[in-house]
């Protein structure tokens, strides 16, 4: 995608942030990876509601301003930490969704805990929560060290921070995170969330390392505790997995449980959940 896709895309997905509910005032920001040196982020002082082409600002890999007519926002030092430790990760999204942001506020560690398969697949078995710290440097050392096993955080006292290969990944990433918080929520007038068998959890971390997510994918190989370490799948050049959400650069094709064939498109949703549920009889 060239810078100008790219622009349109902070742009369009900061005014999504606005429609959905999930900033307010000048909450929110959204950052994309432009090229060597060069992120694109949205304005300080600005409503989502308001951002144009024309407010966007340009600061290189230290977070300096290299163009624009407005300031970078102030947790611009957030992107930039991650962009520094992820170099597969090309946007950031940070909002205040209300219902995460409630947990987040709240100290509660309803995400830390496996209990949707397909969220386990699409972001880990665990959401955690990045210790409150003052804005800024503290910050920014608070997140720094969730950055290699995780796609997305609830950050204490404050929001959600997702990130991925593109703005609209990480802008799905951060409405998972609102979805589950609210099913979550919901789930505590009946009784609350029951956790997912821990015997489940290794077949559905395998299915997302075969879909080209997570640490283990990237050859980082962080390992979940509790939870057998898989192997890197780069040395498979064209393995053939079942994926969710695949990284544009996983070499992988979708193929159908009992096909020998990639599956037609628009059925992702169906084969990841007979996928799942393949897996898990299996155990
Ligand atoms: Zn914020």
Request: proline share 7%.
């Amino acid at each position: 995608m060239n810078e100008r896709g790219v622009r349109e895309q902070v742009v369009d997905f900061a005014r999504r942030l606005h429609a959905r509910g999930w900033v307010a005032n000048h909450d929110g920001n959204v950052s994309a990876r432009a090229g060597t040196g060069r992120i694109i982020v949205t304005p300080t002082a600005t409503s989502k509601a308001a951002v144009t082409l024309e407010s966007l600002v340009t600061v290189d890999d230290a977070g300096e301003r290299i163009a624009g007519a407005s300031k970078p926002p102030g947790e611009l030092g957030l992107h930039v930490t991650v962009y520094a430790r992820r170099a597969d990760v090309r946007a950031v999204v940070h909002a205040h969704p209300p219902a995460a942001t409630a947990l987040a506020c709240a100290g509660s560690r309803l995400l830390e805990q496996a209990f949707l398969a397909e969220a386990v697949v699409s972001l880990g078995a665990s959401i955690p929560t990045v210790p409150f710290a003052a804005p800024g440097r503290d910050a920014c050392a608070a997140l720094a060290p969730f950055l290699v096993e995780h796609d997305a955080v609830l950050l204490g006292n404050h929001g959600v921070l997702a990130w991925g290969v593109d703005v609209e990944q990480a802008y799905l990433r951060v409405e998972l995170v609102e979805h589950l918080a609210r099913i979550a929520l919901e789930a505590e007038r009946v009784g609350g969330v029951k956790p997912l068998p821990a015997a489940s959890l290794p077949a559905l971390l395998e299915a997302r390392t075969k879909a080209g997510l997570g640490a283990a994918a990237r050859g980082a190989g962080v390992a979940t505790p509790g939870v057998a370490r898989a192997a890197p799948t780069k040395a498979k050049a064209k393995a053939k997995v079942v994926a969710c959400a695949p990284s544009p650069d996983a070499k992988v094709d979708i193929v159908a449980p009992g096909r020998s064939t990639p599956a037609p498109s628009g059925d992702l949703a169906t084969i990841i959940r007979e996928e799942l549920a393949r897996a898990l009889r299996a155990r």
